[in-house]
Every structure is written in C-alpha cells, then in structure tokens.
C-alpha cells in the first residue's frame, strides 16, 4: 500500500512530537527543495527573518510569484489561560530580486496573532515555499524550516 504526503506528514511528526507539544523537527511539509531562514527579528506586530534560496531556482524567473506558508505555535502561556498552546497561520507571497538571492521577509501579524504572542512566552516558527512550475503548472514545495522565537525578549 502507498503512502501519500499526508501520511508522511504524520508518520514523521508522531515520532517529534515531544511530551509538552511540538518541537523545532516537527514539519508542515514531506520534503522538497532547501532553503535557508535566518536572522530572526521580533516586534509587537510583526516577525522579520531573511530567506536563502539555492541561485538555481533563483536564476529562473518562471518559478516567480513563491508563496511562504507560516505555521505559528504559540505555546508556553504567561499566567493562567485556557489552552496550553495556540496555532495560527499566515501566507504570503513573495516576488524576490533576480540580482540577489536573499529576500528579506516582514510577516505581519493580525491583531488576534499579536495578542497571542502577549499572551504565551515561545513561538515556534514553521516555514515552507511553494511555486508553480509555468512549464508543467505542477507546484514544487520546500522542505520545511523551523525556528523558536523566544517572545519575552521584546517586552
């Protein structure tokens, strides 16, 4: 019997899942091209981060629009609330510079997102980039990269 991706997803996350909730080597996609987020900002409203993309995709400009899928999991609450952890999600689209191959991305939150990152002291962070291929119209998706934000820093 095969598998689809949706399995994969699940197989892989049961295994890295930790007892109090996700970890950084949880995924949101089976696989795909590398990229690389770094230099990690926070503010009240918004995350900032760099993304490096291989120059290969970069260098053809048909895979233009990429699309940059955010899952948020707030989790470590400040105080007494109701739920231990919140998800959220943001999408956006990206149309980076052929001249460089780093794209510095701003992801805004909404006012219900910059409330939970008052209300929980950790957001981990789980990136993933898709585009369509304009010559087969089949989308090709990134593998996914994680990172911890520590949210109290910027109080």
Not at 19 to 38: K, M, R, S, V, Y
Request: aromatic share 14%.
């Amino acid at each position: 019997m095969g598998t689809n991706s949706y399995q994969k997803l699940i197989k892989h996350n049961v295994k890295h899942t930790g007892e109090d909730g996700l970890t950084i080597n949880n995924i949101i996609t089976p696989g795909g091209f590398f990229f690389l987020a770094e230099y990690f900002s926070f503010n009240k409203d918004e995350f900032q981060f760099s993304i490096d993309i291989n120059n290969d995709l970069l260098s053809n400009p048909l895979t233009f629009p990429i699309t940059l899928y955010a899952v948020l999991y707030f989790h470590q609450p400040k105080g007494k609330i109701c739920r231990p952890f919140i998800l959220s999600s943001i999408t956006q689209e990206i149309t980076p510079s052929i001249s460089g191959k780093n794209i510095r991305i701003q992801l805004h939150l909404n006012p219900l997102q910059q409330d939970f990152t008052r209300q929980f002291y950790n957001c981990t962070i789980y990136l993933a980039l898709s585009y369509v291929k304009i010559e087969s119209k089949k989308m090709v998706w990134s593998c996914t990269f994680a990172k911890e934000i520590n949210l109290s820093l910027n109080e």
